[in-house]
DNA sequence: GTTAGCACTCCTAGCCAGCGAGTGCTAAAT
DNA sequence: ATTTAGCACTCGCTGGCTAGGAGTGCTAAC
């Protein structure tokens, strides 16, 4: 275990290396106010933090810089509360005052708010669908062989996919089927559709009509669960403003990486609920090992339902940052909760 | 204008530009086979040339470059038409293929081939609105106060809104509403939506219900056009694989234009048909002044309904990226025109 | 245990010379 | 009258060298 001093050194090299992102030198530290003793002092402090791997040395006659094992040590003990400034707590709460909601606005104004006040990358993961319940199905033919499949949660979120008609199916047949599927299938959860469908409608189904076999298939279609999850990135080219990534060549894997929707799942990394750091050499991703994520999930009820994450350089400032997301999420979840629960 | 051999070495010279991004010597364009002249020839062509304005020089003692000029003229006048190779038609033909079509499935299909094809940025703007006529619109209440307005087209492109609900509305009045307005608004054109509602449907509807005032508030709620296009942007990173772009300030301001999606309308840059080309200084916005877009705009049934661009260096391979955007534009069109014109 | 002092390391900026690609001009060749 | 060979000149780039400075590690004194 660290000293009390260690740890103040170790806690002022970090917060140093934070904000200048030069490598930090004895005499710098010994210079804060905090801080009472001698360069040569903080000298052999930091040497002994170094051997013990909390502090690296870009080469011999340069200061030091924190290793993911200092970051880490820093997020996890050193962290200190961060008040939020007048006009930050402005914005948010104006972003819980949308008392017009809707699930994809609220994706993309949350990720905008976030880039804008934490000045990194922000991912936000809009709540999951499997959380839904139907509110309604709706089944609009377009001609004679295709149709527009709607369907609408209980939260107000809309999926629709373009299906193709069986041929011979009227227009009165698929009338009576949506109403048979709206009486049904009210307040199902979306992912329990299909097992339901099955379950309870098909006998019915038989019953009301010969063309079984067709109704079926374009019911197969309409519920296909959708893949992509409402995943939403704002602030990419955040990264371009830090000093360590003015190299084409250390970002351009950043940003590919950011370009591709599916890669951001793995980004926010599974449904960890709680906040979550990932430090540097942590992340699974090369392309972000020298980047740090911080993830935290929001949610409905007490139930987890989506997740934010902000993506930076390992010299990330982690105590504003967290204090940001908390408060965050912290509100969400209240929005959320209040706006549907009732 | 330009003598035959003076449109030789120019072309020539772009030519050799486009593919190198070096300045270009005498010497290069001398040894080159189509070219029979010996190195101080070019360079008293080139000396005028460059005094026309066609050519720079980066320094004295360095090679020309294509001036904006240059590559106008080259662009008009001098490119050959490029073949494409099987794999690229290949890849083409699968995508006018997509029997299943999907208005944003096929905008973003589209920006992923081109970008792939091109290795340039491509930005797709979808079919526009004010084309589509009205399927179908569905009013679906989700509690006492709020309920998702849903519109169909006849592309089967579904638009969706929350609105909320006047107090005291009941859902058969909703109902009522829907069917009135599903019979009465059929295959009108989106734009005219609002003005067709006042001039056909309030007469009728006061005589059906008492609560005229809500019901017109219900609709022009549901009805408001959406401002922001189905636009669609893929490949942006593409930009830092350009040897000119290595340098982070460079790409910052293009990439951070990217990332605004009401800016990417300003770059495809309005209704003009046929194929546009704009070149360097040419470009209105001054992040892309060093760049070029070639712009082009694909058709349903005669009428222009959406545009594709490509984003790339001013040194752009201007003849292959026609030669696929043409291509493109008319398969697409073909396609878009034989789905929804029977 | 702490600190002052000092030798040492190593990065960085600046300077300079040499190289080479490329030009422009002139004079000879066609 | 063109075209071309030849040559002097320009200028950016590279590499080697040096001086300066920030920072370290060690030792010895406090």
Known sequence: MLSDRQQLILNAIVDNYIHTAEPVGSRTISKREDIGFS?????????DLEELGYLEQPHTSAGRVPSTKGYRFYVDNLIQPHLLNEEDLVKLKQLFAEQIFH???????????????????????GPEIFEHKLRNVQIVPLNEAQAVAIVVTHTGRVENKLIDL??????SEIE?????????????PLWQLRQR????ISGEMKRHTEQYEEMLQILDQSLIQEETERVCLRGATKILNQPEFRDV???KDILELLEQNDQL??????????LTVRIGQENQLDAIKQCSIITTSYSLGGKPVGMVGILGPTRMEYG??????NHLTEGLSRMLTSQFEK
Chains 1, 2 share one sequence.
């Not at 069986?166 to 227009?171: K, S």
């Not at 469908?197 to 309870?200: A, D, G, P, S």
């Not at 799942?265 to 709680?274: F, M």
Request: hydrophobic content about 45%.
């Open 39 to 47: 360069s040569a002092t903080i000298r052999n402090e930091m040497s």
């Open 103 to 125: 699930a994809e606005q609220v994706v993309e104004y949350t990720a905008q708010i976030l880039t804008q006040l934490t000045n990194y990358t922000a991912i936000v993961l």
């Open 166 to 171: 069986p041929e011979g199916i009227g227009a």
């Open 176 to 188: 009576q089927l949506v109403n048979l599927l709206n009486h049904r299938l009210a307040d199902v």
């Open 197 to 200: 469908l099955y379950q309870e």
């Open 249 to 251: 060549d250390k970002v």
């Open 265 to 274: 799942l793995h980004l926010l990394g599974g449904q960890a609920n709680g």
């Open 320 to 325: 504003r940052v967290i204090t940001v997301l």
